[in-house]
């Protein structure tokens, strides 16, 4: 692929990435949490189950078993978790939390899986865990929407384990849909029973769901499907590490969010944690299939 156009392309889907937690943020005025991201998955689920209609299906039960815990772990459980992190916490430091996700499929690989990783892997692995502790503010007394962007991560890094030993057995495209329309559903339930449920329509919050579920979803899927098809994936999710710095970039420009001292340095070396960990992916040409939302 042309350089420039590879360049353009991973900004744009990073930036989609990052940018949804202020997004979403502003659309806690007014839809509830979990209501909001519910529309979002189960929006951005149907429009997806149309266009791969006439892709196979999984064939069985158990496989449709598959698909859904897969949807309750990487959309209900992830989202569910950032949006409800955004009630406390920045969207700045929700989406440093949540990306550090990669670190942890180190680790899940290797006990889960039997992967083994280079000594610079594991360094990155360590790099980023001190640099969620920095982001923390060198303490332990979190808030919770600190726990929640931190369950966020696990959740997602555990669904990236499932889709590296499950994922082969599906169309990608197919996957992906039904996940986001399962995870979507479950959201929404969840919306109407755990906590009390505020919708407010306006112009605004009608194009705030609609920007969640084509532009932060549907499009930004597409456009990283695509880079990986194109080039390396171990290369091309290296930069990943883009997506948290536009999470703070979005939340200063949207929202005003004052990010302290702390949170860049933290930020930092979770992005070189990261990018250790993801880039020596490329050095064996070990091929993966990392779960991706914001």
């Known amino acids: 692929m042309n350089p420039v156009l590879f360049a353009i392309l991973v900004v744009v889907t990073t930036s989609l990435m990052g940018s949804s937690f202020a997004v979403g943020k502003m659309g806690l005025a007014y839809f509830s949490p979990l209501l ?10 149907l429009l997806m189950a149309i266009w791969v209609r006439k892709k196979p299906l999984p064939s069985s039960l158990g496989d449709w078993g598959k698909v859904g815990l ?57 790099i980023g865990i001190v640099g969620v502790f920095i982001t923390l503010g060198f303490h332990l007394q979190w808030e919770t929407g600190t726990l929640f ?3 966020s991560a696990v959740s997602w890094s555990i669904a990236t384990i499932l889709v590296k030993k499950w994922g082969i057995h599906f169309n990608v495209w197919v996957m992906t849909a039904y996940q986001m329309l399962f995870g979507g559903l479950v959201l929404l339930v969840m919306g109407v029973t755990l906590e009390t449920p505020k919708m407010i329509v306006t112009p605004t919050s009608v194009f705030i769901v609609l920007w969640l579920a ?15 098809n194109q080039g390396d994936p171990g290369r091309t999710s290296a930069f990943l590490f883009l997506a948290p710095f536009f999470g703070v970039l979005s939340g200063w420009l949207l929202l005003d969010e004052v990010v302290k001292w702390h949170v860049y340095v933290g930020g930092l070396l979770i992005f070189a944690g990261i990018f250790l960990v993801n880039w020596t992916f490329a050095a064996k040409r070990q091929s993966q299939v990392p779960a991706t939302h914001n």
């Open 149 to 151: 962007g931190i369950g």
């Open 214 to 228: 084509i532009m932060a979803s549907i499009v930004q899927f597409a456009t990283w499907f695509y880079l990986l």
């Open 70 to 126: 897969i949807g309750f772990l990487q959309t209900a459980a992830v989202m569910g978790c950032i949006f409800l992190s955004l009630r406390t916490i920045t969207a700045g430091e929700s989406s440093i939390l949540t990306f550090m996700n990669p670190l942890l499929v180190v680790v899940w690989g290797t006990i889960f899986l039997g992967m083994k990783y280079r000594f610079t892997q594991w360094t990155g692995v360590l």
């Open 36 to 45: 909001l991201v519910g529309f979002r998955f189960t929006i951005a689920g």
